[in-house]
Every structure is written in C-alpha cells, then in structure tokens.
T-cell receptor, first 110, second 113 residues
Framework: LAKTTQPISMDSYEGQEVNITCSHN???????ITWYQQFPSQGPRFIIQ???TKVTNEVASLFIPADRKSSTLSLPRVSLSDTAVYYC???????????FGIGTKLQVIP | DAGVIQSPRHEVTEMGQEVTLRCKPI?????LFWYRQTMMRGLELLIY????????DSGMPEDRFSAKMPNASFSTLKIQPSEPRDSAVYFC???????????FGSGTRLTVV
C-alpha cells in the first residue's frame, strides 16, 4: 500500500498559483493518483485524477513526473474560496484500502 | 442524483448509549465506505463494502463498532456502547469502481458526552 506524504499546511495570497506536492515513493504500477478537496463541515470532493504526465480540468492541473514517485496539484489564481484541505491519494483499485491521512491545509490570504 | 445521503447530520448521545448512523449510497455504485474524521488522526477508513459484502474492516477500532449493508441502497454504522472518544465526524462514501473517484456524503457529527 503506497504511503503519501504532503505538507501539513500552506499559505497563499489571492490570485497566485498554488502548487501542492505529494510524495508517494512506493507507488505501484497500477496505482492512480487522485486529489480531493474538503471544505469545513463537508465531505471531501474529487478534484482530479491522473496516472502519468499532465492532466488538466476546469479546476486544477496535475503534474506527474516519469518516475511517478511524486505528483503536484496546481491551482491557478487561487481565491479565498479555495481555502480548504487538500488530500493526495494513491489508489490501485481492486480490494485496496485507501487512506486520506491529514492532508494539506491551504489558507488563501486576501 | 441526490448524491450520498447520510443521517442524522448531528447526533449527541450519552456515554453507553447505542448510536446508529445511516447512509444511502449513489444508485449504481458498487462500493461503499465508512470513514471517521478527527483533528488528531485525519480521515480514517473504517470499513468498506463491495456489492453489499464487507471486504475490509481492519479499520474498525473495536468490537463496539459494527457495520452492515443489507442491500445496495442502505448501510448502517453502529456503535454500542458509545464512548466520548468516539466523538468525530463520520463520513460515508460510495464509488462506482475503485480508482474512479469517491463521492462523499455530508457526514454525521457525533458527540458522545
């Protein structure tokens, strides 16, 4: 089971690009990398998922290097509403336990 | 789709009482997960089901915790007897298939006094 490591907290000013990096040194061949966002008093919400290289959607981009031992979630031009906890997950599907851990608490400052 | 529905949203109970949390997954989702979230430990997986069958319950903290899924549209998490250290937010999530994203409910905030 691949373990993930990410910073506990980050601060950013409004309008800046935020990059949150997650380490997953023991990622397996079949593992996908998924990021979730959680606001207070809500459950986590799926943001983006990728396997390798780069994935982009309307919310974020996900960069995965060739060795896949890390990944970076990029949030373009953050606003105050992006203040949340962000979780990096590695999930190979099948009968694998997926753990969210503590996540990265992003605080966007005006 | 209404998403994953959990009830109640808030529960306050006295130590020693039985507590039952309920979850209705998204129709067609074959996987159902129960998570517990605390400040100290973050979001922890307690148990998950596939096609109504419990697959991994190794995260269930003790015998006081039990979970059932009698059909594809309903699951319960029961704590009996409850203790103050069980106070947390309990989330239910469902997924069409693993690796394909989880949809979470709004959670049940449990307070045991």
């Amino acid at each position: 089971l691949a373990k993930t490591t990410q910073p506990i907290s980050m601060d950013s000013y409004e309008g800046q690009e935020v990059n949150i990096t997650c380490s997953h040194n023991n990622i397996a061949t079949n593992d996908y990398i998924t990021w979730y966002q959680q606001f207070p008093s809500q459950g986590p919400r799926f943001i983006i998922q990728g396997y390798k290289t780069k994935v982009t959607n309307e919310v974020a981009s996900l960069f995965i290097p060739a060795d896949r031992k890390s990944s970076t979630l990029s949030l373009p031009r953050v606003s105050l509403s992006d203040t949340a906890v962000y979780y990096c997950l590695v999930d190979s599907g099948g009968y694998q336990k997926v753990t969210f851990g503590i996540g990265t608490k992003l605080q966007v400052i005006p | 789709d209404a998403g994953v529905i959990q009830s109640p949203r808030h529960e306050v109970t006295e130590m020693g009482q039985e507590v039952t949390l309920r979850c209705k997954p998204i129709s067609g989702h074959d996987y159902l997960f129960w998570y517990r979230q605390t400040m100290m430990r973050g979001l922890e997986l307690l148990i998950y089901f596939n096609n109504n069958v419990p697959i991994d319950d190794s995260g269930m903290p003790e015998d006081r915790f039990s979970a059932k899924m009698p059909n594809a549209s309903f699951s319960t998490l029961k704590i009996q007897p409850s203790e103050p250290r069980d106070s947390a937010v309990y989330f239910c999530a469902s997924s069409a298939e693993q690796g394909n994203g989880y949809t979470f409910g709004s959670g049940t905030r449990l307070t045991v006094v």
